[in-house]
Each structure stands twice: as C-alpha cells, then as structure tokens.
C-alpha cells in the first residue's frame, strides 16, 4: 500500500453532520472509495514500520470491521472513517485484519511517534482517537447496564433495552492551561514524572459548578501559591488523552513568592532567556504535538520581542 505521504488526504474539510442520520448515503460513501483512519489498542498506524506518515487504509480492506464511526469529507467528496480494529489479539493479527504485513507499517501511540505532522494530519487522527476511545467506555449504558448500540454514523450511542433507549453523546472533560506571567518572567512547573529539566505551564481541570476562569485561579493559586488578574482567553485544542478540551489562559501574576502544590516536582520563575531552552525542550518531546502550552510559550515569547 503507498504511505499517505499527502497530508490533505487527511483533511475533513466539512462533517457533514446532515450524513450521519443517512444510512444510504452513508453505504454509498462507503462503497465508493472512503477511506479510513485504523486504530488499535489506542494506537494509530504509521508507514515504514512506524516511522513515516500515518497511513488510510481504503474500505476494500477494512469494511468487515463492526461499527466504522463517519467522520466527514474531504475536499475530493471523499469520506473518512474511523475504525477500531479490535478483535486482534496481537499486533500481526492487527496489521492482517487490514491487509498489511509487518515492516510495511505499524500501529504506534501518537505521543510516542517520533516524526512530523502536518496541521491536517493531527487534527484528524486526534478527532478520530477520542470518538473510539468514546466508544470503548461507552460500551453499556450507565442508567440501566445493557449493551449500547453505535447510530448516527457511531456518533450517538443509545441503549438497547427498549425500556430505557437512553442516547449517549460524545464528552470532552474541559481543562485550563496557562501562563501566568511578570514583567521578564514566565511561571512553568515540573510534574513528577517528567524528565528533570522539562518544565511546561501550569494545568489543571475544570470542577463541577466552575467557570473556566475560576479554575485558572483556583489552580495558580493550589500548584504555585500565586495570586493572578486580568485573564486574558488565549486559544483551545481538544487533547483526547483521553477526553479533554484544553482551554488556554494567560495571566497576570499578583504576588511573586511560590509555594510548591502537591502535584508538582517543582514550580519556578524563568527568565525571557530560559524560557526558550524550556520551549525547545517541550518541542523535541513531542516534535509532532504542537501543544497549547507550546503555543502559549512561543506567544509570550514573541510579546516579549
Ligand atoms: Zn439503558
């Protein structure tokens, strides 16, 4: 099979979300030429044994897989599928369900690939990850147990105990990112399980009954001791690891002196200087992730001129 070495070949360009209560329209598409996006064990499938391009594998290879999940259109009229190839019990068998063979491919976890990704590329495989995580929690219905059935081009999920037929929806869980920040400074902190010199700005999600900007603050204030102001929404990103909507902040740092939360390794102030060895640092860990807290970074960087 030729890698997918053109990116647009993984641009939705519309979800036509009209197409998903269309079941004919959605078997036409399926039977001329649709294409699909395989993931195993959470994994997504890259070329040359993992270490090129992510891979569409076409329908002819992958239609007897159950419950394939319509994600929209390309600007060729062609359409993408999601699909879950989950039966197999071990990688070879799961390269085999699609017609590939070892060394052609691989199945490989987004935040361990080690190459690039276009814009297209990333927003596509991260779409298609977190509906097929959605799908794999969402397996029985939470009101009355039985077994939920895929509808709506696997876009809704509805119990199928005739007595309940309770609908159940994709969820993204929001969190807050941000960079609070002082004349000359930026405040980054370290978790536990990071490598020592890998700092990124602060996180944390949104609780029940909380507006977003109270979070911020409430989080600052718990991870570093730092009273902020003045808000300001920078941007979002859906992070499905494994069902986030990232939403970025910058503040405003009130008061100066840190006091360490529980959750981090540490937290500290970093000049304009250290602050982009830090953002080449968090490039080179996940070169192909363009994250918010990169974004976030390289925007107070260039602010700082
Ligand atoms: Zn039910």
New binding site residues.
Partial sequence: MEPASDPSRFEIVERAVELRVDSKRLAELLANGAEFIAVWRGQNLFGQSGQGQPVLVPASKAQHLSTPIFLGLRSDGVALFAVNVADADTHDAALSAIGLDDGAAAFVQLREFKGTLSPQERSTLLYSRALLHWHDTQRF?S??G?PTVATEGGHVMV?N?PE?Q?QFFPRSDPATIMLVHRPGFCLLGRQPSWPEDVYSTLAGFVEAGESAEQAVIREVKEESGIEIRNLRYFSSQPWPFPQSLMLGFFAEAVTTEIVIGSELADVRWFSVEETRSVLARLSARFPHLDTIARRLIRTWLEEQG
């Fill in positions: 219905c009101r009355c039985s119990c105990n309940c309770h």
